[in-house]
Nanobody, 124 residues
Framework: QVRLQESGGGLVQAGGSLRLSCVGS????????MGWFRQTSDKEREFVAA????????HYGDSVKGRFTISRDHVFNTVYLQMNGLKSEDTGVYYC?????????????????RGQGTQVTVSS
């Protein structure tokens, strides 16, 4: 069974940091783009970050550029999201996703694989 499992969410004060992790299992992920999107309290789904199968520079949503950093580790089938300078508007459920086409992650289209999500709450 293919699975993506997120961890690292929690409650943090504005200005603080969190690091999310997502571990893939059940198949190889080193040939897939991986990324994160979030669902906020107003139910809007927003692209956060994505990284190609071969790593390199990440792609970011406008609201998180300069504050969040995405990275991946093929050895551990893991993608990370380092979140610094958190704001109350970053509050939401963060989902890990993987797809053969990074554009699907960026455009919010149906993705090949998606995790169950982890809650991030930023208090002001």
């Amino acid at each position: 069974q293919v699975r993506l499992q997120e961890s690292g969410g929690g409650l943090v004060q504005a200005g603080g940091s969190l690091r999310l992790s997502c571990v893939g299992s059940g198949r190889r992920f080193d040939n897939l783009a991986m990324g994160w999107f979030r669902q906020t309290s107003d139910k809007e789904r927003e692209f956060v970050a994505a990284i190609k199968w071969n790593g390199g520079n990440g792609h970011y949503g406008d609201s998180v550029k300069g504050r969040f950093t995405i990275s991946r580790d093929h050895v551990f089938n893991t993608v990370y999201l380092q979140m610094n300078g958190l704001k109350s508007e970053d509050t939401g459920v963060y989902y890990c996703a993987a797809d053969s086409n990074i554009a699907h992650l960026q455009l919010g289209r149906h993705v090949d694989y998606r995790g169950q999500g982890t809650q991030v709450t930023v208090s002001s």
